[in-house]
């Protein structure tokens, strides 16, 4: 595990984070979010032990590596691989050849050099490639060699900044699956750095989401996605909350997660009791490989609360929006119904 403690750094001009706190656990595939200038790389850098912070402390396994003399860090850092964004390649070399320079440097035989760099081939997808040279790759190719290259010397955690920077989405892809693929094979721990949400959502479990230094939140992803005031939520499935609601009893946020959730809930309420329920706003999308659907929903009709509880009891995320405040009648009985005392959340 790494654990973060009130770290702070500064350069001559800024304070680039503030008082940051947070763990990654092991084996996790963790996020840094945040846009330019929000201190994302300069934590990609400490994280990888390349730099020490000003002041706050960074944990590896209970070891405090800001009390580390410069001989025991360098022990340490060996257990650590940190790929910088846009990454070079020796052009001259082959690709096998520059997956390979990390092993020749320490001394690594030749059978077992070999053995390890066609496995790491396999890994990133490119066990054919071995033989060709950098320059007959495209830029998402030459990445994820560069990924192995990181991978070469087994590290137990590494550190990426922007991995798939300036990339087109096929070749991004390509990038995360083999990310995802060296944390399931390797076991690797992996932190990336990356201001694009569409990356924490497809392959990260947790994430910290940062902003001029600071930390907004942190948590898992799905945690975070499915509370409503999350910075995360509405980074990737943002609402405009312009939708007219007009004409209608109850409006509501509601979040559904899960494939018999996400296609089946409001159709079943409609149906089930008999009101009309129109999207207002949001979308869907994918964290990880499960459906993940933020909308804003208006509801009409006489039962239109005790549809909104319905959908909350059968796996939405409800939070009320506009609550109806009109007299109807249940079983000869009058009631009020602001309703929605209570709804699951």
């Known amino acids: 595990m790494i654990t973060v403690e009130n770290l702070t750094t500064s350069t001559t001009e800024s304070t680039t984070l503030r008082d940051v706190s947070f763990e990654i656990e092991a084996g996790a595939v963790f996020g840094l979010l945040g846009r330019a200038r929000s201190g994302t790389s300069t934590l990609a850098r400490l994280l990888g032990l390349h730099e020490r912070p000003d002041a706050g402390t960074i944990r590896v396994d209970d070891v405090d590596t800001t009390r580390l003399d410069t001989g025991s860090l360098r022990d340490l850092r060996q257990r650590f691989s940190l790929l910088e964004a846009y990454p070079s390649l020796r052009g001259e070399r082959t690709v096998a050849g520059n997956v390979a320079t990390p092993l ?7 059978p077992s050099r070999r053995e390890r760099v ?6 990133v997808g490119l066990a054919r490639a071995g033989a060709q040279h950098p320059g007959e790759l495209d830029e998402g190719q030459r990445r ?26 096929g070749q991004a892809g390509a990038v995360l699956a083999t990310l995802d693929r060296a944390r399931a094979e390797l076991g ?10 569409d990356v924490v959502r497809k392959v990260c479990d947790a994430v910290a989401l940062f902003a001029d230094g600071r930390l907004l939140e942190t948590g898992t992803v799905f945690d975070l996605i499915t509370n409503q005031d999350s910075h995360l939520a509405r980074r990737v499935l943002p609402r405009t909350d312009d939708s007219d609601a007009d004409g209608y009893d109850v409006v509501a946020d509601v979040t559904l997660i899960g494939h018999a959730t996400v296609g089946t809930t409001l159709p079943s309420a409609a149906d089930r009791l ?37 959908i909350g009891e059968h796996g939405g995320l409800v939070t009320p929006v506009r609550r109806p405040t009109r007299v109807a009648t249940f079983g000869g009985r009058v009631t009020r119904e602001p309703a929605l005392a209570s709804v699951a959340a």
């Open 118 to 123: 066609l496995r790491l081939l396999d890994l």
């Open 274 to 310: 008999g009101v009309d329920i129109a999207t207002l706003d949001g979308g869907t999308t994918r964290i990880g490989d499960v459906p993940v659907a933020r909308y804003r929903i208006g509801l009409r009709g006489e039962k239109a609360a005790i549809a909104l509880g319905w």
């Open 144 to 169: 994820r060699v560069a990924i192995a290259r990181a991978l070469a010397t087994d590290p137990a955690v590494l550190v990426l900044d922007e991995p798939t920077a300036g990339l087109e989405a």
């Open 188 to 197: 690797v721990t992996i932190v990336l750095a990356t201001a694009d949400a």
């Open 104 to 110: 020749e440097r320490l001394g690594v035989d030749g």
